[in-house]
């Protein structure tokens, strides 16, 4: 039987949320033929992780979705996330949680075009909806990349992903997911760099 919490949180956050996602989802479909995932599989789970944690809390008070082509099972895949919480909205493009594979070979692709790499994260557009470019760093450096960390320090980090923060009343606003398609388009061009990265 279904309790009366779990009805509310259904028919106030879960459908509503997956009916949003379904639009967004058609409207990238419109410029990226090949996405081909459903809201179920980009929306993550609602409860918490709580094996390591003090705070034992068994929900998040905030629902996720990773827009990529293998959708939340695969966060190393370039795409659009989503967190939608109770006082901002996050809105995130790139590359998280990368394989040493897939980190070895996007710093192959830095290095082998450092100019095009600058060009797309100090774009003007980017850096205006997103800021700069995010993520953890090595602090030594393969000896084959030494050289080029000395041209472009970005090459250090393990992760590269940008982050950009709304406010909440996006959410109920007529243009909510025209105004998620502007940062998709933004974000566009370094995911493709960092796709065709991660494919070698």
Same mark, same amino acid.
């Given at each position: 039987?279904?309790?009366?919490?779990?009805?509310?949180?259904?028919?106030?956050?879960?459908?509503?949320?997956?009916?949003?996602?379904?639009?967004?989802?058609?409207?990238?479909?419109?410029?990226?033929?090949?996405?081909?995932?459903?809201?179920?599989?980009?929306?993550?789970?609602?409860?918490?992780?709580?094996?390591?944690? /003090? #705070?034992?809390?068994?929900?998040?008070?905030?629902?996720?979705? *990773?827009? @990529?082509?293998? =959708?939340?099972?695969? &966060?190393? !895949?370039?795409?659009?996330?989503?967190?939608?919480?109770?006082?901002?909205?996050?809105?995130?493009?790139?590359?998280?949680?990368?394989?040493?594979?897939?980190?070895?070979?996007?710093?192959?692709?830095?290095?082998?075009?450092?100019?095009?790499? /600058? #060009?797309?994260?100090?774009?003007?557009?980017?850096?205006?909806? *997103?800021? @700069?470019?995010? =993520?953890?760093?090595? &602090?030594? !450096?393969?000896?084959?990349?030494?050289?080029?960390?000395?041209?472009?320090?970005?090459?250090?980090?393990?992760?590269?992903?940008?982050?950009?923060?709304?406010?909440?009343?996006?959410?109920?606003?007529?243009?909510?997911?025209?105004?998620?398609?502007?940062?998709?388009?933004?974000?566009?061009?370094?995911?493709?760099?960092?796709?065709?990265?991660?494919?070698?």
């Amino acid at each position: 039987m279904v309790s009366r919490k779990q009805k509310r949180y259904e028919t106030s956050v879960k459908n509503p949320f997956a009916i949003f996602l379904k639009d967004l989802i058609e409207e990238i479909k419109k410029f990226d033929a090949e996405l081909n995932v459903e809201p179920k599989d980009c929306i993550a789970r609602i409860n918490r992780d709580i094996r390591f944690s /003090k #705070d034992k809390t068994p929900y998040n008070l905030h629902y996720t979705a *990773f827009i @990529s082509g293998k =959708g939340n099972k695969d &966060k190393s !895949i370039p795409g659009l996330y989503l967190r939608f919480g109770v006082e901002e909205i996050d809105i995130m493009a790139g590359c998280y949680g990368v394989s040493d594979t897939q980190l070895f070979n996007m710093r192959n692709a830095i290095k082998s075009d450092t100019q095009k790499f /600058k #060009d797309l994260y100090s774009n003007d557009k980017l850096v205006s909806k *997103f800021g @700069s470019i995010q =993520g953890e760093e090595h &602090k030594r !450096i393969p000896k084959e990349f030494q050289e080029t960390f000395e041209a472009e320090p970005l090459i250090a980090k393990k992760q590269f992903y940008v982050v950009a923060m709304r406010e909440t009343e996006l959410l109920t606003s007529n243009h909510l997911v025209k105004e998620l398609m502007e940062y998709w388009h933004t974000a566009k061009p370094l995911n493709d760099f960092l796709t065709e990265a991660i494919k070698k």
